[in-house]
């Protein structure tokens, strides 16, 4: 069996992307900043839900780190009322 440098140096391409690849796995790519939501009068919760959509998209947010995500970025009084929910909830 004779070594071949092309094969060597393919295989090891291959495996340095694969190791990337699943080193990222579970990461999102935090390219955007995520937008907040306090409730005031001049902010429309619609507007807030399509944003943070959009963030999630961008930043490649799995599933199962969204509303932890989304949690963390209300603010004020609406953050009151979700800690008051997570409360009763518990």
Do not use: W
């Amino acid at each position: 069996m004779t070594f071949d440098a092309n094969a060597a140096q393919a295989l090891t391409l291959d495996l340095t992307n694969l190791n990337v690849t699943l080193a990222r796995e579970g990461r999102e790519n935090k390219s955007v900043n995520y937008p907040t939501f306090s409730g005031r009068g001049d902010e429309d919760i619609d507007d807030f839900i399509l944003e943070i959509a959009k963030t999630f998209a961008v930043n490649q947010v799995s599933d199962n780190r969204k509303h932890i995500i989304a949690a963390s970025c209300l603010k004020g009084i609406v953050a009151n009322f979700y800690d008051g929910l997570a409360g009763i909830t518990r």
